[in-house]
């Protein structure tokens, strides 16, 4: 849990990190968006780190969200699904928590996520 702490922290400074296993990736955004390319499989989860994330935002996945309010106390954005093509998250304000699994090589990914 640590580890996923020091991914948001790296957000308060302008940065982003991403912690890659086997077939699972996760990563923290803070009042920004993440665009994944189209062509992704698997399950995303989207959750607030603390307090209020506002103005949330999923598109082109399978349960998409807009301008939505999450909560470190409910689990909304738990086990969607990437639907083939460009999906975005974004958040207004406040710090959200990614964690996708992919079925394919998500490593071929990884650049264009970074760009």
Not at 32 to 53: H, K
Not at 90 to 96: P, R
């Amino acid at each position: 849990y640590g580890n996923i702490q020091l991914l948001d922290w790296l957000t308060t400074h302008g940065a982003q990190g991403f912690l890659a296993g086997e077939k699972t990736v996760i990563t923290a955004l803070r009042n920004s968006a993440l665009e994944f390319p189209a062509g992704m499989e698997g399950y995303l989860s989207v959750f607030c780190n603390s307090g209020t994330a506002e103005g949330v935002t999923l598109e082109g996945l399978k349960f998409p969200l807009e301008n939505a309010v999450l909560t470190g106390s409910f689990p909304l954005g738990v086990s969607n699904e990437f639907t083939g093509v460009n999906a975005r998250i974004s958040v207004d304000n406040g710090s959200l928590i990614l964690i996708w699994a992919d079925k394919g090589d998500f490593y071929t990914c990884l650049p264009k996520l970074w760009a």
